[in-house]
């Protein structure tokens, strides 16, 4: 192990190694991190809550259970969670004024999974209010800024763990993906973020958007990370009937497996229109990559993707319209100051505790559903998802891995599209397939244009986050993307 | 002008499962407010429904009983409005694919005539907490023990035509549904209520009525007369020139009164579409075969038993048949006594009007099944007369004491022995010249009416333990002798 690497340039496997060797005490690395957070955070806004006093408690536990040996390989390590995963005794947002005063009794599955393991909880990462945005701009605690431009958007919704990670306030971060939540901020941010398929993590006191399309997953600096994270976070739960009951493999066993021979598909769907030039390029050199690597590369088509935003954009607010009902101000959450009668009570309360953008979708998903509509709009959305679904379908039939740009563009200026709802929903283009076929997809490094990050996508087939490790992994141990830092001002 | 009725139900049917239909919270009733609710009952935010298997074998077991087709693939949709007791802001129901199809009843009418009523489904849902609009001081209160307790919402055909077949739908599914075990059948407590839809045409159109919805009926009497009520409604204003509006109502029982609620334009978009946390619920044929084979003897089948194997009348086969617990109180007495006639008689009538009148369920009976048995073993013995066994029951029933105790101990036997008897006519003759006189001077044709006096001048000596055939017998022979 090289000294010279500081603490928050580790990684997972390295910090692992480093706890079980003594380099360092879980109580030295997790103080480290709080200190970068007190000191940094300010000007990034990654975290919402941070909970140092807890965190310095789990760390001395955690290193109890090292000195015993036999803890598991994520014990010790600091880790922050998006603040849409409830936890116990910690306050959980969502990111709302509707929850700002919410402290759940209870732990979401993926954050017991991570006590478990005996991982140390930095804080509660920002996000855009409810999971819903593509540049945390909606955030009721103020936007979160890209850590290699501040001038800029870190993405969404995950757009506080992608920060935190790349900033190196965590180690790693847990986040959510409905759309493209977790890879789009990844790309933006210059870190590797995986979405596992649909029902591979449960979604059990993980508040929910859009339910159908929903699905927790790790947001880290690399592929061998994601494949720690994910093994921690992956599992059946009974509590969730959408959880899939499938033996969870050690993603970190096959990682080193040769791809030779891997048979990746390019659609030519997402090298169009709106596409920028330089993350088109930045994506060609991956595919070189791919190809020096062994893979045999072909052109493939998704026909229908040009259809599965505004699918997308039925689906998720319809579910969201549901989703969010239960904000009433009746039994907890945000209430309105002396409601006069049971309406206004409904009324202030959801029209004071929503932002904008929650509104506008909980709008557009109530219309959606409404009688009249529900076939022209419900319907057909769930026909178009149907149809994106058989396009993967097809292409699976040929090749074993997808890949195109995770977004059209860089990193984009505040307020550069936040008052173009349809121009910011195009943001999400290549993310959002995957999530309506429920399958797995993953963003890493690839490059970057004028000093912003570009982020490639890989997509596979249902259940086989093992192939996308792999083959993200194996393209990190030939190239140095993930390894760049935005620069630093930190003196610890 | 002939008007007729034409009515549909909608029956709210709680299950009497443990737990709630998706989460792990209790369904007991009475509980102290908001007790009995959970995480999930309370949608607190991230939680998630998990399905209730023995819900759903109810529900098979209740579709199999009325012979309908059961769904292998059911799907669970969110209707959406809001309100204070439903915590989600949606009622997770099944609107495209019930678990139960379309199958149906047979209903006795007092004319004795049967007739087939069709069921269009059943389907599974949650049931909504409670508002408690009393006792807050212009606030309403909010308690969530019901919140998430499985219903069945049983959807009939419009297919009845009077308060009378409404009324006997009802009751035939009540008892359906409590011998199947899976409704406690506590009307009082909510676990059955009726919605009635109604419409009135004249007589010989085919095309229905505007109808109205009354809703939430937790009585037959009161259904009875609700529908009494909207029927004469109605055609009053048929009459009168105005027309029906599509509406809900709501009775009113004290004030015998009902109201609109809302009109068919204010009623609400529910917004239908199907639940992303529910994947659709897929039974094999296996299951469903393995639901039937635990079935229990259904109501009919056993009136049909009972009619055949006791001799029952109909009616009583009808009334013993009907409730789960009671055919099993009347065979435990039949078994101990062997005479299903007089059980049935002491069960619909000495001990049926105790419960009644002391408010009590058969459960709770103070007489038990082997007491009864053993009270009806000594009438047939012809230890006591039918009289004097209603004076054993009473002690029975306010005592511990068996029928052999309370005879003994109160010196009940009846008297047969012929000598006792003789001496005793005797005395009555002696000290009745007068009634005497009068039988032996009337017609033949009308001294066996006159026979009633002597008769119970003996029952008033023998303190009503004489054995009125023996008498009989004896007197006839004394009196006789005198002509």
């Known amino acids: 192990m090289n000294d010279k690497v500081a603490l928050h340039d580790m990684t997972l496997t390295d910090l692992s190694q480093g706890l079980r060797d003594k380099h360092f005490s879980s109580s030295e690395l997790t103080k480290h991190f709080l200190e970068r957070i007190e000191q940094l955070d300010p000007q990034y806004n990654s975290f919402i809550t941070v909970t140092s006093d807890q965190a310095i408690k789990q760390a001395q536990a955690a290193d109890e259970r090292l000195a015993s040996g036999n803890a598991p390989l994520l014990c010790g390590i600091p880790v922050a969670h998006k603040d849409i995963f409830c936890t116990q005794g910690v306050k959980t947002s969502c990111a709302s004024k509707m929850l700002d005063n919410f402290v759940p009794p209870y732990n979401a599955a993926v954050v017991d999974n991570f006590e478990k393991s005996g991982a140390v909880m930095l804080g509660k990462t920002n996000m855009d209010e409810f999971a819903m945005g593509s540049s945390n701009e909606n955030s009721f605690y103020g936007p979160v800024k890209n850590p290699w431009a501040t001038d800029s958007v870190p993405g969404g919704s995950s757009g506080g763990s992608a920060a935190s990670v790349a900033a190196r306030l965590a180690p790693a971060a847990t986040a959510t993906d409905t759309g493209g939540s977790i890879r789009q901020p990844a790309a933006l941010c210059g870190v590797t973020g995986l979405k596992p398929t649909y029902g591979r993590v449960s979604r059990w006191g993980m508040i929910a958007y859009a339910s159908s399309l929903d699905q927790g997953g790790p947001i880290t600096r690399t592929a061998e990370d994601a494949a720690l994270m994910l093994n921690v976070m992956a599992g059946f739960d009974q509590r969730d009937s959408t959880c899939i009951d499938l033996e969870v493999p050690d993603y970190t066993k096959s990682l080193n497996n040769s791809i030779e021979g891997l048979k990746i598909g390019i659609p030519k769907e997402y090298f169009g229109e709106g596409l920028d030039p330089a993350i088109g390029a930045a994506v060609e050199g991956a595919i070189k990559q791919y190809e020096k690597m062994g893979a045999v590369i072909s052109e493939i088509s998704l026909p229908h993707t040009q259809l599965s935003v505004p699918a997308y954009y039925v689906i998720a607010p319809a579910e969201a319209s549901a989703n969010l009902s239960r904000y009433d101000g009746v039994r907890y959450g945000y209430r309105c100051e002396n409601p006069h009668d049971l309406q206004d009570l409904y009324m202030r309360s959801r029209g004071e505790g929503f932002g904008d953008e929650v509104k506008r979708r909980i709008l557009v998903g109530a219309y959606a559903l409404s009688a009249g509509y529900y076939d022209a709009y419900y319907n057909k959305a769930q026909q178009v998802r149907r149809l994106v679904k058989q396009d993967y379908n097809e292409a699976f039939k040929n090749v074993d891995i997808i890949l195109g740009p995770t977004t059209p563009s860089p990193a984009f200026k505040f307020g550069e599209k936040s008052q173009d709802p349809t121009a910011m929903y195009l943001e999400d283009i290549y993310t959002i397939s995957a999530n309506l076929a429920g399958l797995p997809g993953i963003s890493l490094p690839c490059g970057n244009t004028a000093g912003k990050p570009v982020g490639l996508q890989l997509i596979s087939d249902v259940f086989t986050e093992e192939r996308l490790l792999n083959a993200a992994h194996q393209f990190q141990q030939h190239t140095d993307h993930h390894l760049q830092a935005p620069a630093d001002s930190a003196n610890v | ?483």
Not at chain 2, 46 to 68: K, S, W
Not at chain 2, 362 to 372: E, K, M, Q, V
């Open chain 2, 1 to 483: 002008m002939q008007w007729e009725t034409v009515i549909g139900l909608e029956v709210h049917v709680q299950l009497a499962t443990k737990t709630k239909i998706f989460s792990g919270a209790s369904t007991a009733f009475g509980a102290e407010p908001n007790t009995q609710a959970c995480a999930i009952d309370l949608a607190m935010p991230g939680t998630l429904p998990v399905p209730n298997e023995e819900a759903f074998r109810y529900a098979i077991m209740f579709g199999l009983a009325i012979d309908a087709e059961i769904a292998q693939r059911s799907v669970f949709d969110r209707k959406n409005y809001f309100y204070p007791d439903l915590p989600k802001g949606y009622q997770t129901t099944q609107l495209d694919r019930p678990i139960v199809g379309a199958g149906n009843m047979e209903i006795q009418l007092s004319s004795g005539k049967t007739k087939t009523i069709r069921i269009h489904h059943a389907h599974l849902e949650e049931d909504a907490g409670k508002s408690l609009h009393e006792d807050f001081q212009g606030m309403s209160g909010i308690d969530l023990n019901r919140a998430g307790t499985p219903l069945i919402e049983i959807v009939s055909e419009p297919d009845m035509s009077n308060s009378e077949e409404a009324v006997a739908f009802a009751k035939k599914l009540h008892a359906l549904v409590s011998s199947l075990g899976i409704c406690d059948g506590e009307m009082s407590q909510g676990s059955m209520r009726f919605d009635v839809n109604i419409s009135v045409r004249p007589k010989g159109q085919t095309e229905l009525g505007t109808r109205t919805e009354t809703k939430n009926l937790n009585s037959f009497r009161f259904m009875e007369r609700a529908i009494a009520l909207e029927v004469e409604r109605q055609i009053d204003l048929i009459e009168d020139g105005g027309t029906v509006r599509q509406e809900t109502r709501l009775y009113d029982a004290e004030k015998h009164a009902s109201r609109s609620m809302r009109s068919k334009e204010e009623a609400n978009d529910y917004r239908y579409f199907p639940c992303p946390d529910l994947l659709p619920v897929v039974f094999d044929e296996d299951y469903i075969e393995a639901v039937r084979a635990t079935l229990p003897e259904l109501p009919e089948a056993r009136r049909d038993r009972y009619i055949e194997q006791y001799a029952l009348s109909s009616y009583d086969a009808e009334t013993l048949s009907g409730d789960r617990e009671l055919s099993a109180y009347f065979e435990a007495v039949t078994q101990d006594c062997g005479d299903a006639k007089l059980a049935a008689n002491w069960i619909m009538g000495e001990l049926s009007a105790s419960l009644n009148s002391a408010e009590l369920k058969l459960a709770n009976s103070p007489l038990n099944a082997t007491r009864l048995a053993g009270l009806i073993l000594r009438i047939k013995d012809g230890s006591i007369s039918g009289k004097i066994a209603k004076q054993v029951f009473e002690i029975m029933w306010a005592s511990n004491q068996s029928a052999d105790e309370v005879i003994e101990a109160e010196g009940l036997k009846q008297v047969s022995d012929t000598g006792e008897l003789a001496a005793m006519v005797d005395t009555v003759i002696a000290n009745s010249a007068k009634q005497v006189e009068n039988y032996r001077s009337a017609d033949a044709d009308k001294r066996p009416k006159m026979m009633g006096f002597f008769v119970g001048q003996i029952m008033k000596a023998s303190k009503g333990q004489a054995n009125p055939k023996a008498v009989n017998d004896i007197l006839i022979e004394k009196l006789n002798k005198l002509l």
